[in-house]
């Protein structure tokens, strides 16, 4: 449906066939996703139940984090961009972040830091908007 959709509304936007998805909006994506991750945690890594997240990252982002922490008996461990190398530990669950900081625009290298979180033993949930397609401007 999201394929067939984003096929239907491309031409309205100068977009090609296959170029574009209809989808829910970016909260209720990362609900549905941050949801799953707290889910496989919780069947396969019981004793972890930090989910670490950027104290600047994005507001409504960090609003769901809060409120599905709350809700699976999770704990919402906010840290600077900086600290995340040295906050992974053995109790973190998920790594949730924002690829490009929308106030200052930093960036994080997003393989690089995946990998740090995999290596600790946890998911990582990135809210990432990829770059714009390259479609033609006629
Ligand atoms: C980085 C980022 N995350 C999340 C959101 C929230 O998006 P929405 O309100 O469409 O769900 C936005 C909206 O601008 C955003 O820029």
Redesign the pocket.
């Known amino acids: 449906m999201p394929r067939r959709l984003g096929d239907k509304i491309a031409p309205l936007v100068g977009a090609g066939p296959g170029e574009l998805v209809a989808t829910d909006?970016?909260?209720?994506n990362l609900y549905k996703v941050l949801s799953a991750a707290l889910s496989i945690v919780a069947a396969d890594s019981p004793g972890r139940d930090v989910v670490l997240s950027e104290r600047s990252n994005?507001p409504?982002?960090l609003y769901i984090a809060e409120a599905l922490c709350r809700e699976r008996g999770f704990r919402l461990q906010l840290i600077e961009a900086a600290e995340i190398a040295t906050a992974l530990r053995e109790d973190t669950a998920v790594l949730m972040l924002?690829h490009v900081n929308?106030r200052t625009g930093a960036m994080h290298d997003m393989q690089a830091v995946t990998r740090a979180a995999h290596e600790a033993g946890a998911l990582a949930v990135w809210?990432w908007?990829t770059a714009p397609a390259p479609w033609k401007s006629t």
């Not at 909006?25 to 209720?28: P, Q, R, V, Y």
């Open positions: 909006s970016t909260s209720i994005f409504t982002d924002t929308y809210d908007h």
